[in-house]
């Protein structure tokens, strides 16, 4: 009898604990849960804080927004893999508690401080599974901070728009899902191949990147 | 629409049915092995069917976020690892296969490796002298040539400054690359169309001269009456999910795989564990792992300029290493960086100030296996680095510290556990050779994967002879890196297209 109630009780908390007392998010995102969204803007938040030499951070650079996109490029394995991974650390904290009070609530329920410990203890920790959870997470979040374009805007590094030269293939291979009929050119199309002109780096860049029009 | 004509390429919109074709040879893989065969069969008169899993991308479809692109272009969305020793490791799945991510450098293999390939492999025509006609010929047709000073940018020519300041060998790389405009974007598709990857340069080519290409078709068996191969089975995949549906069988006098190192053994061991009378089917899986470094220098480096990897040296080989410069898309470049929050951000703000050079290890004592997964072509890789190796790498990191602190950084960060994340100075740098280190200190890669299906003289001591066909079959032949009996040393692809050409040679007389 006792033992059924203290399962009872785990059960509760462990259901209170994974779904009840999230946030709403700003919006909806397909294939993430409420949960998830709180976690990952969080923990984008404590990886990209604002502030420093890059002004953005981690929230402005909508990396759940970022996370949906890969999910839905993604394998289905690969999207078992990236939601564990969210899931570890999002709750990982009653394993590895932050140090401090409160240390073993959900992660994205710590204040800003004590995520950057809680990542700090994932990323030095002398478990080698414990470093690789942590690098994993950084490699998506980090992916998904350099895809904001004020981000590599600001570090020089957002690609030059380039205008690929119409070669033997383009005429063979249409878009990706479309039939060739779709292609639309022919041989009078083709175009001289690139004569290896280095890129000019004051020249334009790639229209996602580009800073809007006011 | 049941019959696909000469010439003719088919993309997943296209199949409305079955589909059941005749060839004298049909080619599994379209990477640059697979690429070269049917070209060259297709040029010496033969009837050649293409099937490759990956669909064509065209620069409309290149995604140049790093992690995007992955997710599209490579299996498991790029995030395959190995097993044992925790590695990634990247195989695309594309019309052209690994040749559209990677970074076009061309390496002969070393004399004195394929030297030792003979002897120790009981080979008797693979020296360098047999397979310098067969590189040769590669070259002419993919333009192979000396990557030009006006597009090396920054990050390159430090590396250069650094090796010469130390007087280690170095050298402007080598790559199959025509009218290079130095984006450094090789890894996710050259915009400029100028890296002459296989869907632009072989494929076409092949095309040209009658073979059918069948894309988003995965084969999924080998079929085999005997000692014969009969031709291969598989099915229509949805670009991107891998969701199967119209069967494709294709009937043929030859058969060659060439799905890569990683795929071939695993459809030899569905297909009823064929080609394995010796055991070796899977087996002696190598890689070069790579470690890299990142150095910062005092003044700005623009690394969005430059050679994806223009400059390299052969300095260490007989060390056991090759150094190269290296770059990738920004995002990818930053995963390395050590540390989060503002830590984090003050470092990826050096960004801009930053070069990042690896090395990569021959390793042939490190090995592994490949095993099918249960309902999937995905393979298990299982693989170990050998304690004996971890000193080698070591070695890499050292000397590109070195090469680093020569060329004027003012920081480097080595990425290793266990050491500062950040070294000022050639002195600091001293821990990374004086630190004995572990295999879990080092943040490894290996995108060169070989030896699955490894060569021999003998058949009892491996999967195929040096014209790449299987020992236990009179006409299925193996094309991809898996062949190697050993690593090359240096970047695989020009060695697995120098073997593919002499292979498809070989076939065209037999048929
Ligand atoms: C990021 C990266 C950078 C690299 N840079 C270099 C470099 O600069 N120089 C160099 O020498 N090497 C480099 N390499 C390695 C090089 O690309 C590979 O060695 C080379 O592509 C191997 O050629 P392959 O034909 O054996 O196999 P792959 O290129 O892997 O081609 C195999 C093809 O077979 C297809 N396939 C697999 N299974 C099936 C199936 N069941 N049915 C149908 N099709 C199937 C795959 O989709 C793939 O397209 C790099 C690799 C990577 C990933
Ligand atoms: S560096 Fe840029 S232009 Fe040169 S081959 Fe690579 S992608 Fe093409």
Redesign the interface.
């Known amino acids: 009898m006792v033992t059924a109630v203290l399962w009872a009780l785990a059960l509760c908390y462990a259901v209170s604990r994974v779904a009840i007392g999230y946030p709403d998010p700003r919006r909806q995102y397909r294939g993430l849960g409420r949960g998830e969204v709180a976690f990952i803007s969080s923990a984008g938040e404590a990886m990209y804080p604002a502030g420093g030499p890059i002004p953005s951070s981690g929230l402005d650079a909508d990396l759940p927004g970022y996370l949906e996109r890969l999910l839905a490029a993604s394998h289905l394995q690969t999207r078992i893999l990236l939601h564990l991974l969210f899931f570890l650390v999002e709750h990982g904290t009653l394993l590895f508690p932050t140090p401090g009070r409160g240390g073993m609530r959900r992660f994205s329920s710590q204040d800003v401080e004590h995520r950057v410990a809680a990542l700090d203890g994932w990323a030095e920790s002398t478990l080698f599974f414990r470093r690789v959870v942590f690098t994993s997470l950084r490699a998506v979040l980090t992916m998904g901070y350099f895809a904001h374009p004020p981000v590599v805007r600001r570090l020089g590094l957002a690609p030059l728009a380039i205008e690929s030269p119409i070669c033997e293939a383009d005429l063979l291979y249409p878009r990706i899902g479309e039939r060739p009929e779709s292609i639309g050119k022919t041989a009078a199309d083709l175009t001289a191949p690139s004569a290896g002109i280095p890129l000019p780096q004051d020249g334009p860049l790639e229209p996602g990147f580009a800073e809007p029009r006011p | 629409m049941s019959s696909v004509e000469p010439g003719e390429?088919r993309?997943?919109?296209?199949y409305d049915r079955d589909l059941t074709l005749e060839a004298d040879v049909v080619v599994v893989g379209s990477g640059p092995t697979g690429a070269v065969v049917a070209k060259e069969l297709t040029d010496a008169g033969k009837s050649v069917v293409l099937v490759e899993e990956g669909?064509?991308?065209?620069?409309?479809?290149y995604e140049?976020?790093?992690?995007?692109s992955m997710?599209?272009t490579m299996r498991?969305?790029g995030?395959r690892t190995t097993s044992g020793t925790?590695m990634p490791t990247m195989q695309a799945i594309a019309?052209g296969g690994g040749s559209l991510v990677n970074s076009a450098i061309c390496n002969r293999a070393p004399a004195f490796v394929l030297d030792r390939w003979c002897t120790d492999f009981e080979l008797e025509r693979t020296t360098r002298a047999d397979l310098d006609p067969h590189y040769e010929a590669v070259a002419t047709f993919l333009g192979i040539s000396v990557t030009?000073d006006?597009?090396l940018g920054r990050r390159n020519l430090l590396f250069r400054d650094g090796c010469n300041a130390l007087g280690y060998q170095c050298e402007s790389i080598l790559r199959n690359v025509?009218?290079?405009?130095?984006?450094g974007?090789c890894f996710t598709g050259c915009?400029?169309?100028?890296k002459q990857s296989m869907?632009?340069s072989y494929?076409?080519a092949a095309?040209?001269g009658g073979a059918r290409v069948l894309t988003s078709v995965r084969i999924e068996r080998v079929l085999a009456e005997g000692w014969r191969a009969t031709g291969v089975v598989g099915r229509v995949v949805k670009?991107?999910?891998?969701k199967p549906s119209h069967q494709v069988r294709v009937h043929a006098k030859v058969v060659v795989l060439a799905a890569g190192c990683a795929a071939t053994p695993v459809l030899l061991q569905k297909s009823g564990n064929l080609a394995n009378r010796s055991g070796q089917v899977g087996e002696n899986l190598q890689f070069h792992p790579g470690v890299a470094i990142m150095g910062i220098f005092p003044d700005?480096v623009?690394?969005?300029?430059g050679a994806t990897q223009g400059y390299q040296s052969r300095h260490f080989l007989r060390d056991g290493f090759k150094l190269e410069t290296l770059w990738a898309?920004?995002?990818?470049t930053?995963?390395r960086?050590?540390?989060?929050?503002?830590a984090?951000?003050?470092r990826?703000?050096d960004?801009?100030y930053s070069a990042i050079w690896d090395g990569i290890a021959t390793c042939n004592r490190s090995l592994g296996r490949v095993r099918a997964r249960r309902r999937s072509l995905?393979p298990i890789l299982s693989w170990k680095l050998h304690p004996a190796d971890v000193p080698v790498l070591a070695h890499a990191l050292w000397v590109l510290a070195q090469i680093f602190f020569a060329a004027g950084a003012r920081t480097i960060v080595p990425g290793v556990?266990g050491i500062a994340p950040e070294l000022h100075s050639l002195k600091e740098a001293e821990v990374l050779r004086d630190r004995p280190l572990r295999t879990?200190d080092l943040?490894l890669a290996g995108n060169h994967v070989f030896c699955t299906t490894r060569m021999h003289g003998d058949p009892r001591l491996g999967v195929v002879n040096e014209m790449g066909r299987c020992h236990d079959f009179e006409n299925l032949y193996i094309a991809d890196t898996g062949i190697f009996p050993r690593s090359t040393s240096v970047n695989p692809m020009w060695t697995g297209m120098a073997l593919a050409h002499r292979s498809a040679h070989h076939i065209a007389q037999q048929i």
Not at chain 2, 178 to 183: K, T, V
């Open positions: 390429i993309v997943f919109a296209q669909p064509p991308f065209v620069p409309a479809e140049l976020d790093g992690g995007l997710a599209r498991e969305g995030l925790i019309l030009p006006n597009v025509r009218g290079c405009r130095g984006s974007e915009r400029s169309r100028a869907d632009i494929i076409p095309i040209r670009p991107f999910t891998g700005p623009y690394p969005r300029f898309p920004p995002a990818i930053a995963v960086l050590p540390g989060s929050g503002m984090l951000k003050n990826l703000a960004i801009p995905d556990h879990t943040v």
